[in-house]
């Protein structure tokens, strides 16, 4: 997609809370928006690397919960006459501590994960989500457990008399929209970058990447980092905007919502997870809509991902693009066989 | 004393059923590569069979759990045959989402078909417990363990034993080779599948009488599932019976003397603990590491 359309379509984004007037719409885009973000820092490790990373909501989760808890203070008990604790801090640092901690968890699994691949690294990866889950669940003192962390505060930003509220929907969902353009464009530089080519390079063939000196580990660590860091980042946003968080943010079903919206939009390409976040962000909406039972809706969900594997095993993106080139190139009369291309950025 | 033993007799009981579901696991892992995601929803859907024929239609219970194997084995080879056997060749993360899809679709149903509501099932066996001086255990939980160590022993004779077991072992060494010396692989694919899925059916229509049916009780299964076979390596059937006790056990103690809250994560404290350790896992003589 060239530059000026891409200028055009988050312009048009942007303008969005200046015509749309229904907050139940706004919140579904913000929702949308917040796993948009999601499933692009997932898709940095399922498109690019190959990995199947099937614990990512951990990422997700802990960046919500540093973010509730940065921003609420703390006091836990370490040892019976050891506390430690926190005061309230600013919800912009707060924010910043949940990037900054999943991305160091990010770092820490990856180095522990990568030892392992195939299935052993999908069942690795949800085991972790799992033990987050239980430590949110059962370490009451911290996390409130069951009964969850509440009275969250909303972003706000500036000094004494120059304040920026982002309590209301239409100022938070231009926080969305522009964190979504920074993730979209760091991604973007980190994949058409050394190190995204590395990536990728593994992804195709692990054995000859690593022969010409690709430091597989490394590349796949630094990756996890990076995605790690984004999904905290998403899921402190979340948290801000919710405002409220518990233990079930954890659950295996977001992982695998993050995973129907990479696949079905296509992993590997940067618009994939976009696309993929936009339907399954609307299409609940519509169905709640028609009033049919979320069961009816999640099995709709679990069969069009099969069919998506069956038949479109590549995403709509890589079979949008090929259907538009070899388009593009029939009139010329040039009867190419399009071979099926390795995905493109 | 007494407490200790009691809580290894406890989970020398509760590691019968913990085998039986990662030999069924790891069986469809080592033979078709697989990562079989539906294996919890088999388990709850073995634990809804009984309850539906002994309950509702009133069939014997031990007639009602056989059934509930041969209807998990059916259920499974349906599976199979739609989903998997048009993907075979299709690398590991292609065949796992298609088996989180079917998962998904499964465990809904059960929602939907069954209500959120748990359910209970009645077990013919006296109320009063087997009381062996300090120690006491149900008559139920010893037939389950029982039972489960017959299935297991079944499942030895059958794979090391018969002609099916053959086929399947040689399948699992090498495939291309297997097809040459003329066994069928989609057979061989589908009758591993039943089998793995039956196993499950019959870990959950065992189960169902001690604890409650609820459409979730999949996932915790599943879950438990992963972790044996991890432990025991994927593909080794002998290892997911020893991951099965030594789960178990773990579970049991760490439950029993650190906190109960925490005894779901045991398992998958092990496995990170394994990582860290013995990346090669403990019984898994293939190379894994990518």
Redesign the interface.
């Known amino acids: 997609m060239s530059r000026l359309l891409v200028s055009i379509l988050v312009a048009l984004l942007a303008s969005v809370p200046l015509w749309l007037t229904d907050f139940y719409y706004l919140h579904v885009l913000i929702v949308t928006g917040i796993f948009i973000v999601a499933a692009m820092s997932l898709n940095l490790l399922l498109g690019y690397t190959g990995q199947l990373s099937l614990g990512h909501v951990a990422f997700f989760g802990i960046g919500a919960y540093t973010s509730a808890l940065v921003s609420l203070g703390f006091e836990v008990h370490i040892l019976p006459d050891v506390t430690v604790g926190m005061a309230p801090k600013p919800v912009w640092f707060a924010m910043l501590c949940a990037t900054a901690v999943a991305g160091l968890t990010g770092y820490a699994i990856g180095k522990l994960s990568f030892r392992v691949r195939g299935a052993y690294f999908v069942i690795v990866s949800i085991s972790f989500a799992e033990v987050v889950r239980l430590v949110a669940l059962n370490w009451v003192e911290l996390t409130q457990g069951p009964m969850a962390l509440n009275n969250i505060p909303a972003l706000t930003l500036g000094f004494d008399g120059f304040e920026l509220s982002f309590l209301r929907k239409p100022a938070f969902y231009l926080l969305v929209l522009t964190m979504l353009v920074v993730c979209y464009v760091i991604i973007a530089r980190l994949v058409n970058s050394r190190a995204g080519r590395a990536m990728i390079a593994l992804r195709e063939n692990e054995s000859l990447a690593m022969s010409v000196g690709i430091d597989v580990t490394r590349y796949l660590v630094v990756a996890t980092v990076v995605s790690a860091a984004m999904a905290g980042m998403a899921g402190a946003l979340y948290t801000h905007y919710i405002r409220i968080v518990d233990p079930d943010i954890f659950l295996f079903i977001y992982t695998v919502t993050m995973v129907i919206m990479v696949v079905t939009g296509g992993k590997g390409t940067l618009a994939g997870p976009i696309v993929g976040g936009v339907i399954f962000g609307i299409v609940p909406e519509v169905l709640r809509g028609m009033e049919i039972r979320p069961e009816v809706q999640w099995i709709a969900y679990g069969v069009l991902m099969v069919l998506v594997v069956y038949f479109l095993p590549r995403g709509i993106v890589p079979a949008i693009e090929s259907y538009m080139s070899s388009r593009r190139r029939a009139p010329k009369g040039e009867a190419v066989a399009v071979a099926p291309e390795a995905p493109q950025q | 004393m007494g407490e200790l033993v009691q809580h290894l007799l406890n989970a020398t009981i509760l590691g019968g059923t913990y085998a039986l579901l990662g030999i069924g696991l790891t069986l469809i892992?080592g033979i078709m590569?697989v990562?079989n995601f539906t294996h919890g929803e088999l388990y709850a859907f073995g634990a809804y069979c009984m309850y539906a024929l002994a309950m509702l239609l009133g069939v014997n219970f031990f007639v009602a759990l056989v059934l509930a194997m041969i209807l998990g084995a059916a259920l499974g080879a349906v599976l199979e045959i739609v989903?998997l056997s048009?993907l075979r060749g299709a690398d590991?993360?292609?065949t796992?989402?298609?088996m989180?899809?079917?998962?998904?679709?499964m465990?809904?149903?059960e929602?939907?078909v069954w209500s959120g509501v748990a359910l209970s099932i009645a077990n013919p066996f006296p109320a009063d417990p087997l009381v062996m001086g300090p120690l006491s255990v149900s008559w139920n939980r010893v037939f389950v363990f029982a039972a489960a160590l017959l299935l297991i022993a079944g499942t030895y004779h059958l794979v090391n034993r018969t002609r099916l077991g053959k086929a399947m072992r040689a399948t699992f060494q090498d495939r291309d080779t297997a097809a040459l010396m003329g066994i069928r692989i989609d057979r061989i694919h589908t009758a591993t599948f039943a089998l793995g899925s039956s196993l499950a059916a019959a870990a959950g229509a065992l189960l169902g009488p001690v604890f409650v049916v609820a459409p979730t009780m999949g996932?915790l299964a599943a879950?438990k599932a992963?972790?044996i076979?991890?432990l025991g390596g994927?593909g080794s059937v002998t290892g997911a019976t020893l991951g099965g006790f030594i789960l178990a056990f773990v579970e049991e103690i760490g439950a029993g003397y650190i906190?109960s809250?925490?005894r779901?994560?045991m398992?998958?404290?092990l496995?990170?603990l394994i990582?860290?350790v013995r990346?090669t896992g403990l019984f898994a003589q293939k190379e894994?590491?990518?």
């Open positions: 892992f590569r990562v989903l048009r590991i993360d292609t796992m989402l298609v989180i899809g079917a998962w998904i679709v465990q809904n149903t929602q939907l996932d879950s992963f972790a076979v991890i994927l906190s809250g925490y779901d994560a398992g998958f404290l496995i990170i990582l860290l990346p894994r590491i990518g």
